[in-house]
């Protein structure tokens, strides 16, 4: 059974950092896959934050984090990252990592990922960010 495990997250300091990790376990396979990162804010529907695809550079960052946040991934070690940068009160919500094992992981700003693309996801880890 393949899991995700997120953890990183924390309390911090507006303008301050954080990086989240999402550890995949389980999975053996060798074919490549679509890890993202979404998250949710109290009252707030669930918004995607960005993807990365394993096999290659295809990349989506949100415009509400796009020069601050940077998604990768260690393809070796089944662990994608989410570093974040300039953090902002609004960013202040559960970050779940997710991950889709077929289908590809191409992603821009009129073609945004949706939850439903992802079927594994990690129970979250929480960001707090302080003003």
């Known amino acids: 059974q393949v899991q995700l495990v997120e953890s990183g997250g924390g309390s911090v300091e507006a303008g301050g950092s954080l990086s989240l990790s999402c550890k995949v376990s389980g999975y053996t396979a060798d074919s490549n896959y679509c890890m993202a990162w979404f998250r949710q804010a109290p009252g707030k529907e669930r918004e995607a934050v960005a993807t990365v695809f394993t096999g290659g550079d295809s990349r989506y960052h949100a415009d509400a984090v796009k020069g601050r946040f940077t998604i990768s991934h260690d393809k070796a070690k089944k662990i994608a990252y989410l570093q974040m940068t300039s953090l902002k009160p609004e960013d202040t919500a559960m970050y779940y990592c997710?991950?889709?094992?077929?289908?590809?992981?191409?992603?821009?700003?009129?073609?945004?990922?949706?939850?439903?693309?992802?079927?594994?996801w990690g129970r979250g880890t929480q960001v707090t960010v302080s003003s």
């Open positions: 997710a991950a889709e094992f077929r289908g590809g992981c191409y992603y821009t700003a009129y073609h945004v990922p949706n939850g439903g693309d992802f079927g594994t």
